[in-house]
């Protein structure tokens, strides 16, 4: 794992506007506490003498509408920790649910960044499901270890929101929650270790997974930046106090104070509602509501747009002016300052999210001296558990926040405990040194546990020219044997500038005799079985390097035994299963849909790439392989740029080999419904001719062979 007695260590946190100074905290859904996490987690490592370097990537952001910031390609977050922005979809900023069809190209051209780094890294590690999708891909190819955080869970999620009456429907279309899913589900079937924030998000909301492992997960909470979060000193002067002020009929009052962004998850009308029916909580304290920056309500997302009006509405149905503080605007300086000035007023800070993951907000306010109210629904459990510096309640019930909130105010003596209680506490449990301790005694654990890719792999007979042509057999090929002259004439003619490559889901024993009977001249690179075996120039000389890296975690007879009593699965003939393919016929009248057979396989522990194609056959291969991923493999064995890959394909076992950085073809011929979801990508062009005249016209479409 060490190549130099030192960790190289690869983060991942795509969507959201992360630079290391000034965060936008709160500007949007995307950019909460995790962006704030991810950073300071990269600086708490590089400061420890077994990490070398730690890189945190994640999306590049070129767009007038945000700071120029994002655009830079390359951040210094501290000596040995750079932010880096990686390409991928539209320049401009979109929300993490419009990026899933971009997260191939992400992955193809952060390889490629690597491909240009002194070494690979160590260990890639995973920050929500997008950044997962990537990371089981790179970490699996690279053949390192890899490390999953999820901040916030979509089964979680999904539930919370059908349980408010929101139509299955409506979850589905705006918050991508099948795709979301089902990244977590592979994600969590490929991690070798899994960070937790709480006891609680492993027992409560990972344990809604299929592939549910409490022993690859670990607690290890986050902490707080205590040069920032401190005690109010005696007499000290706030400036944000006087954006306080216009707002207030009596200033001096204790504060309970409540800061999240503008988001119907973090649940603040129910606060508002708690303090709107209790004239005792009137009379003894303000409301002060921090709910991200605003200029002009309507000019923000409907989301956000919908729980400022409510909230203002709240604040005119129970006549609460000059009780109730919601300013327009704060700087992320301002942030440690609102708790100071909570802590110093004698109030309270309240938490009242609907569920939350862990809930940094309440550590800094108890490392500057708040006791706090907080959701009996994830994090704050084990916070309030750890500290004792607070109360539970539940987030639904008004009555019982303002009754929790009441307690701790008019109760000095239990208020002063409380506030010694959350000092301590964090100082104890929550700072990013202990995290980082912990975290890299679990990381060492890993080592030895994978062989890194090109650490040993074999040289080949290949040739290297500048760019390749890889095309599936049956649909591409065979299909019509007039169009094969002109295709085959063509890959002759350019043959020292151009590799020809097959990639097919017959055995290579098959492939090699229908290519030979219609004439097919033997490919330089042979892709067979799915992506299972790779072969090498005219001998055809294996990449046994391949075989043993995609054997990990594959359990064939255990596959077999989960799947035996399947309704509408029928094993085909022998001759068309290998060592590393099980190969089914698939009736879709009798059989589950495919993803029900991958959640069938991960609830029995085993990891596999399960693919359907024709609607009538089932394959399932082992999870480090598929056409995509073996052909990612040669392309960095033989640093080929993928975008000088031209392939063909259609089925849905082309379609991993089609998404990101490569040049795609889908013939005339394809199969319609499996190959659809690609329709709107860039890179992905509808032929209108079928089988090789499709590729032919591909290739005049891109001036693939043009200099």
Known sequence: MQTDGKLYLLHLSIHGLIRGHDLELGRDADTGGQTQYVVELARALADCPDVERIDLATRRVVDAKVSDDYAQPVEKLADGARLVRIEAGPDEYIAKEQLWDHLDSFHDNLLDWLREQPRMPDVVHSHYPDAAYVAVRLANLLGVPLVHTGHSLGRDKRQRLLAKGVPADVVEDTYNISRRIAAEEEVLANADLVVTSTSNEIENQYELYDYYDPDRMVVIPPGVDLDRFRLPQDGEQFSFAEELRPFLRDPDKPLITALSRPDERKNIASLLEAYGESAALQEAANLLIIAGNREDITELNSGAQAVLTDLLLLIDRYDLYGRVAMPKHHRPVDVPEIYRITAASGGVFVNPALTE??????????????PIVATENGGPVDIIANCSNGKLVDPLNPDEIATAISDLLDDRAGWRKAAENGIQGVREHYTWQAHARRYLERIERLEGRHRPLLEETPRTEARHPERAIFSDLDQNLLGDLEALPPFIEVMRKHRQRVSFGVATGRRIDSALAVMKKAGIPRPDILISSLGTRIHYGPELTEDEWWSDHIDRGWNRPRIRRALEDIPGLKLQDRVEQSKFKISYYYDP????????????????????????AFGQFLDIVPSRASKGRALRYVALKFDFPLDRILVAGGSGADEDMMRGNSLAVVVANRHNEELSQLVDLDRVYFAKEAYALGILEAIEHYGFLDD
Do not use: K, M, R
């Not at 993951?357 to 708040?370: K, M, W, Y």
């Not at 609830?603 to 359907?612: E, F, K, L, T």
């Open 357 to 370: 993951p862990f809930g940094l907000t309440l550590l800094e306010a108890a490392a500057s001296g708040c």
């Open 589 to 612: 009248e009798l059989a589950p849909p495919v993803e029900d057979i991958t959640t069938l396989l991960h609830q029995a522990d085993q990891s596999a790439n399960v693919i359907g």
